[in-house]
C-alpha cells in the first residue's frame, strides 16, 4: 500500500476555499486516491475518490495531475461544520486500509 | 434505513474481563472490518473478514478476537489479554473486500471502551 503524506492541521475561515494536498510518491497504475472526513467520536466518511484528472462530487473536487504522484482536495466555501479530519488514502483493493493522522481542519468563524 | 450500528456507545470494563462489541450491517456487504483509534492518531486495523466463516488479522491483532456467523454480524472481544483496551472502536464494512479497485468502506458510529 502506498504510503501518503499530508500535513498535520490547517486553519480556515468561513467562506474560504480549502485545499489539503496529498502526496503518494510510491502510488502504483492501479491504485486509486480516495479521501475521507472524521468527525470527533464519529467514524469515518467517504467524500471521494478519483484515479486521475479532476473529480467533482456535491461536496468537493480532487484534483490529480498528470504523475499522480500528490493529489489535492478542493473544500469549496467552507463552513464551521467542515471543522473535521481528512484522510488521504492510496490503495488497488479492498481490505487493508491504511489512515495515517490526517490533517485536522479547524474552520474560524 | 440501511447501515452500520455499533452497541453501545459508550462501554466501561474492570480490569482483567472480556468484553464484547456489537457491530450489525444491513447493507448486504461480504467485508467487515474492525478499526483501533486512540487519542490523535489514525485507525489501525484488528481485523477483517471477507467472507462469512472466515477472517484475518490486521496489523494489531494481539488480545482480541472476531467470529463471523452471520453476513450482517462482526463481533469483537476485547480479551484480558490486551494490555492497552481503552480507546475508541470502529466498526466498518465494504461490498468486495480485496480485490476491488474503488471499494469503499463505512462505518459505524463507534463505540468508546474505557477500562477501569
Known amino acids: 500500500l502506498a504510503k501518503t503524506t499530508q500535513p498535520i492541521s490547517m486553519d480556515s475561515y468561513e467562506g474560504q476555499e480549502v485545499n489539503i494536498t496529498c502526496s503518494h510518491n510510491n502510488i502504483a497504475t492501479n491504485d486509486y486516491i480516495t479521501w475521507y472526513q472524521q468527525f470527533p467520536s464519529q467514524g469515518p466518511r467517504f467524500i471521494i475518490q478519483g484515479y486521475k484528472t479532476k473529480v467533482t462530487n456535491e461536496v468537493a473536487s480532487l484534483f490529480i495531475p498528470a504523475d499522480r504522484k500528490s493529489s489535492t482536495l478542493s473544500l469549496p466555501r467552507v463552513s464551521l461544520s467542515d471543522t473535521a479530519v481528512y484522510y488521504c488514502l492510496v490503495y488497488n483493493q479492498g481490505g487493508k486500509l491504511i489512515f495515517g493522522q490526517g490533517t485536522e481542519l479547524s474552520v474560524k468563524p | 434505513d440501511g447501515g452500520i450500528t455499533q452497541s453501545p456507545k459508550y462501554l466501561f470494563r474492570k480490569e482483567g474481563q472480556n468484553v464484547t462489541l456489537s457491530c450489525e450491517q444491513n447493507l448486504n456487504h461480504d467485508a467487515m472490518y474492525w478499526y483501533r483509534q486512540d487519542p490523535g492518531q489514525g485507525l489501525r486495523l484488528i481485523y477483517y473478514?471477507?467472507?462469512?466463516?472466515d477472517f484475518q488479522k490486521g496489523d494489531i491483532a494481539e488480545g482480541y478476537s472476531v467470529s463471523r456467523e452471520k453476513k450482517e454480524s462482526f463481533p469483537l472481544t476485547v480479551t484480558s489479554a490486551q494490555k492497552n483496551p481503552t480507546a475508541f472502536y470502529l466498526c466498518?464494512?465494504?461490498?468486495w473486500g480485496q480485490g476491488a479497485s474503488t471499494d469503499t468502506q463505512y462505518f459505524g458510529p463507534g463505540t468508546r471502551l474505557t477500562v477501569l
Open positions: 466498518a464494512s465494504s461490498i
Open positions: 473478514s471477507q467472507i462469512v466463516n
